[in-house]
């Protein structure tokens, strides 16, 4: 397979269980965030979005945290499965339209 | 959301050469923008492509090394020119519609200089 992710912090939790990946984003003047998911061999796929004058975001299965205050953004997935195992990035959007990426983290799930 | 064509999928070229990369997408799109991810790593934004001028480099980036064509709204090129073994990456096409409309992503170049 490809090497995404090889160099990324790691997150393994167990199958069923809630995961959290967490995002430090840069600049305080971003409006917009994304989370995206990268499977092996593929570009990366949206997963939620989050506007900054929002706080919460559901979706199936995912929930989007934003804390503007100290610049933070999580990303939690309710009863992980093994086909959310890849690499999660989370994007931020200043007012230039540019999408601007953070480090990222590799899920692992295990049995 | 829109679809993106992005070619080849993969590439083993010789060091000193330039390969280019086509970004087709089904539908008209405000914005292009070329990303470098490098192996292990998170996603670079190399450049914007803007249609009928020329394209926005970030930093880092320059246009004898990247050029970019954007000649419509469907339809960009990236070069990598004078290959060298640290432009081994995956180069990815990415396209949006602006703030809150999301920002989709080509399945990528695997390219490897050898």
Same mark, same amino acid.
Do not use: L, R, T
């Given at each position: 397979g490809e090497s995404v992710g090889l160099h990324l912090p790691t997150l393994s939790v167990q199958e069923g @269980? +809630?995961? #959290? #990946? +967490?995002?430090? %984003? =840069? +600049? =305080?003047? =971003? @409006? %917009?965030? #994304?989370? %995206?998911?990268?499977? =092996?061999g593929k570009g990366p796929q949206f997963i939620i979005d989050i506007r900054s004058n929002m706080d919460k975001r559901q979706g199936q299965r995912v929930t989007v945290l934003l804390n503007k205050t100290v610049k933070h953004l999580s990303l939690q997935i309710a009863a992980t499965q093994p086909g959310d195992s890849a690499v999660y990035f989370c994007a931020e959007n200043t007012n230039t339209d540019k999408l601007i990426f953070g480090t990222g983290t590799r899920l692992q799930v295990f049995p | 959301s829109a679809v993106i064509s992005q070619k080849p999928s993969r590439d083993i070229c010789q060091r000193g050469t330039s390969l280019t990369i086509q970004c087709q997408v089904d539908s008209q799109v405000t914005m292009m923008f070329w990303y470098r991810q490098q192996p292990g790593q998170s996603l670079t934004l190399i450049a914007t492509a803007n249609q009928g001028s020329e394209a926005t480099y970030e930093s880092g980036f320059v246009i004898d090394k990247f050029p970019i064509s954007r000649p419509n709204l469907t339809f960009s090129t990236l070069t990598v020119s004078n290959m060298s073994p640290e432009d081994s990456s995956i180069y990815l096409c990415s396209v949006g519609e602006g703030l809150g409309y999301g920002y989709t992503f080509g399945s990528g170049t695997r390219l490897t200089v050898v």
């Open positions: @269980d +809630n995961s #959290i #990946i +967490n995002c430090a %984003y =840069s +600049n =305080s003047a =971003s @409006d %917009y965030f #994304i989370w %995206y998911k990268q499977e =092996s | -």
